[in-house]
């Protein structure tokens, strides 16, 4: 049997996709950002030319790269050189600038250069992306700090709990012992639960021994890309989408392809859209539906016309990840339609689903992939084995309760459509609003507005384009609106860059979680429309929050 298994090595060079922004925080900063002894921080100057009028200082912490990884360009590639920490070099070439997470302890006054008190960190790190619905937190807990009420349309989560029925029956085999290592591939009593679902639900004969349970959704993608995927070999993936798919590709070397999504086509593509992205170094195509961040929702005529032009164009061996976490989350009575329903496609095919979104379970950790093979659902079974051994056995019971259990469809029911009366409620309450538009999405739990005319408003471009170009580099525009609408409105959204930045320049949206009540929904609505009236304030908030050099 010929599986594309992957040759991977370690590292890449190749990607960049820095996205800071300087800024400052003045509660901290306020002397340093009043002391520049230019004299242009002030309100008059910067109101001329607000980009201009400043200087660097600090980032935004959701936008920071690690602080030890801030080298300067011409910083020497050295090996460590002796074993006491204050003598340790770093043996790196220049880094951009990444959406990374910290992976140790900072240098303490780290910045350009600083080399001090840091851990020796692995080159391919520099290519790995990051989720920034997590590092938007630091920044909101700023806003906090300064005495701030935040709305959190940044949220990834469903704002229901798990439901009792689940719960009592995760508590209940804890309390009964069930709690030691278990099967690395997961229960096969929960694997069957997962093959019969995904057999009833996608036409399939899916078989336990084809399944994988991981800690959460995410983890199969990375799977997937150590699996198949090597250096040089090309990814498509939609964009706007799961931020994860680009980091993968970006820390594999290898070539990332972005299926733009528009938002004319309803953030849905057609088959001649992937088609024109194929080519004979395609081994991995990813497909998200319903989609993070956009809605979008793939109909069964999509995906007929998607499959036909895979199984034309593609080798048999190259894979399709089919993301499905949010396919209990649809509306207007829509039902769940996967790729691996049509013809030839079960056999190319990793399903990835799990119980964060559906079942409002993200704090469980409970993910599962179906392989085309059980040859492949042992190679992420070994993955399991060398990450994190299993998934605690007490918590996939609870897992397969929701599978097995009745209750467990009218509470997702419920949760649905409380999703959707908010939907209802918010796309017209943003369209109403000069200066955004919004598409009606089809599924999941977020609105996705087009930005540009708030920006226009506001003078976000204008400021933007202000910006010196190493500057402008590190931003986007709706990323400069988010942080207005977090630091002066107390409303978190998450910026287009944030889902896949690769060719997303001139395009201008933010992503609005509904999982919030109505309440919240209405409120932050009303502070959004008073924040796109307030190009003073923009003004004001350069001025005195945004330091730029
Ligand atoms: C499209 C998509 N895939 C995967 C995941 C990861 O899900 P989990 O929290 O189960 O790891 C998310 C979470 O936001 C998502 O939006």
């Known amino acids: 049997m010929s599986i594309p298994f992957s040759r991977m090595t370690s590292g890449s060079t190749t990607s960049n996709f820095s996205r800071r922004i300087w800024f400052t925080r003045s509660h901290r900063r306020r002397a340093s950002c009043d002391s520049t002894g230019t004299g242009r921080t002030g309100r008059s100057n910067a109101a001329q030319n607000p980009a201009r009028a400043i200087r660097p200082v600090r980032t935004f912490r959701s936008m920071d790269p690690p602080r030890c990884l801030e080298f300067r360009a011409d910083t020497a590639q050295t090996s460590r050189s002796s074993s006491s920490p204050s003598s340790w070099t770093h043996r790196t070439r220049p880094l951009r600038g990444h959406q990374m997470n910290p992976t140790g302890p900072l240098a303490p006054d780290g910045g350009p250069g600083t080399l001090s008190g840091m851990p020796i960190l692995a080159r391919r790190l520099a290519d790995l992306g990051t989720e920034n619905a997590f590092k938007v937190n630091d920044d909101i807990q700023v806003c906090l700090d300064r005495g701030m009420d935040v709305i959190r349309f940044n949220i990834g989560a469903p704002d229901f709990r798990s439901a009792p029925h689940l719960n009592a029956v995760a508590v209940a085999e804890l309390e009964a012992g069930n709690s030691g290592y278990c099967d690395a591939a997961g229960l096969p009593s929960f694997r069957e639960a997962i093959a019969r679902h995904v057999s009833a639900t996608r036409g399939i004969d899916a078989g336990a021994d084809q399944v994988v349970v991981t800690p959460g959704a995410k983890p199969p993608i990375g799977y997937t890309f150590q699996t198949y995927v090597d250096r040089g070999d090309e990814v498509v993936y939609p964009s706007p989408g799961f931020p994860i798919y680009e980091s993968w590709a970006t820390f594999v070397g290898a070539r990332p392809v972005p299926l733009h999504l528009s938002e004319e086509k309803g953030f849905a593509f057609t088959a001649d859209d992937l088609g024109a992205l194929l080519t004979e170094r395609t081994r991995l195509i990813i497909l998200c539906s319903p989609s993070n ?224 009540s109505m309440e919240d929904i209405e409120r932050g609505v009303a502070r959004i429309e008073r924040a796109a009236d307030d190009p003073d304030g923009f003004r004001e908030f350069l001025a005195t929050e945004c330091l730029w050099d």
């Open 293 to 516: 961040p956009t809605g979008g929702v793939l109909s069964a005529e999509d995906l007929a016309g998607i499959a036909a032009v895979i199984r034309e164009r593609c080798h048999p061996d190259v894979r399709i990840y089919s993301d499905e976490i949010y396919e209990h989350i649809l509306f207007d009575g829509l039902e769940h339609q996967s790729i691996a329903w049509h013809a030839g496609m079960a056999e190319r095919t990793v399903i990835a689903s799990g119980h964060s979104k559906g079942f409002a379970m993200t704090g469980w950790r409970l993910g599962w992939a179906v392989l085309p093979t059980p040859e492949e659902a042992d190679v992420f079974k070994n993955l399991n084995i060398n990450i994190m051994s299993c998934v605690p056995p007490f918590l996939q019971e609870g897992g397969r309760a929701a599978y097995e259990d009745p209750e467990t469809a009218g509470v997702v029911a419920d949760m649905v459509g409380a999703f959707e009366r908010r939907r209802d409620f918010i796309v017209p309450a943003l369209n109403a609003i000069e200066g955004l538009s919004c598409r009606l999405p089809k599924g999941a739990f977020y609105v996705f507005p087009n930005v540009s005319g708030m920006c226009e408003r506001l003078g976000v471009f204008e400021a933007h384009d202000a910006m010196p170009p190493k500057s402008r580099a590190r931003t986007t525009p709706s990323g400069m609106l988010q942080m207005f609408l977090l630091y002066r409105y107390g409303v978190a959204t998450m910026d287009r860059a944030s889902f896949c930045r690769i060719g997303s320049e001139g395009q201008h949206f933010l992503r609005v979680s509904i999982a919030n």
